[in-house]
């Protein structure tokens, strides 16, 4: 039987999941990763440690499964977005990859927006300084020798690639978050490209993510006794790639990504953009797609923060909250422990607990971390629906949909269905396996990209809707307090 692989290359985590051709995952694999932090806003890792990974969870996989591992036809690459990988002339990286929620180049994302207003509408959004576009610029003005020597730039994904098959290639749906692709044309703009001083002659080669990108180089074939003729897909960017695996690629189809960062997705048949609304407007993995995206730099990284903190195991922390659970908890908390994109384009907001007292618990203090993270999609929400794309339900995917209990809180706190699907923690990894399924064998998206059986649908409970809608003004009128003090601090 034909199986597929699929590979995400996250920020907290490289996870590999091998399919078979009835679509069931048949073993995995993740292997942590750690972020450097070297300056404030600063966030990078070293491309070499995702290659490392990746290698330690095919040896994973071979243990587990070798007759499903040397049986694959085609592998799929999904991977965080915008990241800026820097090669010289012999392939190498330059210097640390510099990451999504890197907010160095805030001033250089601020001045590329207003000297070219009008490229905006093209690129999908407004330049912000998650986006690679004003990471090359902050490079340019602080790392000149580097910039100089800049071969190709690549997204993390696609140096896994180039180690796979040796060649420079991406896709749509990374590109998109470059700030360097007219995503209505789904090609290099050349005036983008030139307005951060760059030129086609530097980006990688593009292709749809259903499409075939490189054969497996036979060195790395031989290593992991894999076919000589194995398929490397195009691939997709992590909230692409989960979209695919969710089955999220006909028009308005939604849902909500709790990782490390999270995102509110929405499919659209047409490229719809609206820079004004701080909405993404990017092209979808497969082709004559495009999507609207509110992306959120803290979700399920806010959890992991608490439980760190708190020096508890998070199932436990979870099932405490969930036990002392009446009403909204009159603690808020501010997710920004990042910054934040959508909806405050803000490198320098912060995490803030609001109103604690001698009688906060740490349920209390947990409760407010679920539903401070809720809250800020609640903004996304109304994003979108000033974009012109109102919110009637979502489904979730990622580590966090794994709670009900928090899925609950979003039901309650958005007002819509919230829709948990088996298999939807495997996310990102598992819509690469389908590309690289789709790469392999031709078949038509609509025939391989099909939504997974529905585990529940979590209704919205009117009594706490109401109770919920003081408390998210409330957040938000905290953050308009605050915002002057993030930037002085």
Known sequence: M???????VGTSAVKAVLVDDAQTVVAEADVPLQVSRPHD??????????????????????????????????IGLSGQMHGAVLLDESDRPLRPAILWNDGRSFREAQELGDKYPELSHAMGVIP?????????????RHEPDIFRAVRKVMLPKDYIRLKLTGEIVTEMSDAAGTWWLDEAKRDWSDA????????????????????????????????????SDVVVAGGAGDAAAGAVG????????AFISLGTSGQLFVTTRDFSPAPEAV???????????????????????????????????????LHETEAAYRKPSPILFLPYLAG??????????????????PQTQQADLVQAILEGVAFSFADAKECLAQAGTPLTYAGMIGGGSRSVFWASIFANVLDVPMVRYHGSDKGPAFGAARLARLATTGEMPEAVCMPPAVLETIEPQAHLVDLYRPRIE????????????????
């Open 2 to 8: 034909p199986h597929y692989l699929g590979i995400d």
């Open 41 to 74: 806003l600063w966030s990078e890792q070293d491309p070499d440690i995702w290659w490392e990974a990746v290698q330690t969870a095919l040896d994973r996989l071979r243990v587990r499964s070798a007759s499903a591992l040397a049986d694959i036809r085609g």
């Open 128 to 140: 912000m300084p998650g986006f690679t576009a004003p990471k090359l610029v902050w490079l340019a």
């Open 192 to 227: 983008a490209l030139a307005a951060t001083g760059l030129s086609r002659k530097q980006m990688p080669t593009l292709v749809e993510g259903s499409q075939a990108s490189g054969i497996l180089r036979a060195d790395i074939a031989g290593r992991w006794g894999l076919r």
């Open 246 to 253: 969710l089955g999220a690629i006909e028009d308005g189809s």
């Open 279 to 317: 909405v993404h407007s990017f092209c979808h993995a497969v082709p004559d797609r495009w999507f609207q995206m509110a992306a959120m730099l803290n979700a399920a990284s806010c959890l992991a923060w608490g439980a760190q903190l708190l020096k508890r195991d998070i199932g436990e922390l």
């Open 340 to 357: 934040e994109r959508t909806p405050h384009n803000d490198p320098y907001a912060r995490g803030v607990l609001f109103g604690l007292s």
């Open 474 to 489: 409330a957040f938000r009128a905290l953050y308009r307090a605050l915002k002057p003090e993030f930037v002085r601090s």
